[in-house]
């Protein structure tokens, strides 16, 4: 199960990117996919999950109303679109599957890729 990530890049408050990530190795049919985050010297934080479907999302309080996850089955990639971005959104972002679908938040999930960098200036 590989998953890689891409899309991270410097970005003025208020505004938008969109990160990707393309699972490999049978990774991608009936998974969940998410993103999680992790600021410095912070601890992982859950950011959106989908169902293998794409039907059924999840999102951390601190990104509702801005972010949302969307999958692509034909390209095997999971998209997160990230809105009205704010200086508090600077983080590693990861991509992860994970085997169950739980319809909530995610403490961690079995799979995970390498992170692309935000980062978000005021």
């Known amino acids: 199960v590989q998953l890689q990530a891409s899309g991270g890049g410097s970005v003025q408050a208020g505004g938008s990117l969109r990160l990707s990530c393309v699972a490999s190795?049978?990774?991608?049919?009936?998974?969940?996919l998410g993103w999680f985050r992790q600021a410095p010297g912070k601890e992982r934080e859950f950011v959106a999950a989908?169902?293998?479907?794409?039907?059924?999302?999840s999102y951390g309080d601190s990104v509702k109303g801005r972010f949302t996850i969307s999958r692509d089955n034909a390209k095997n990639t999971v998209y997160l679109q990230m809105n009205s971005l704010k200086p508090e959104d600077t983080a590693v972002y990861y991509c992860?599957?994970?085997?169950?679908?739980?319809?909530?938040?995610?403490?961690?999930?079995?799979?995970w890729g390498k992170g692309t960098l935000v980062t978000v200036s005021s």
């Open positions: 989908t169902s293998w479907s794409g039907v059924s999302t």
């Open positions: 190795h049978g990774a991608y049919d009936n998974y969940a």
């Open positions: 992860a599957a994970d085997h169950l679908w739980l319809g909530g938040t995610y403490a961690r999930m079995d799979y």
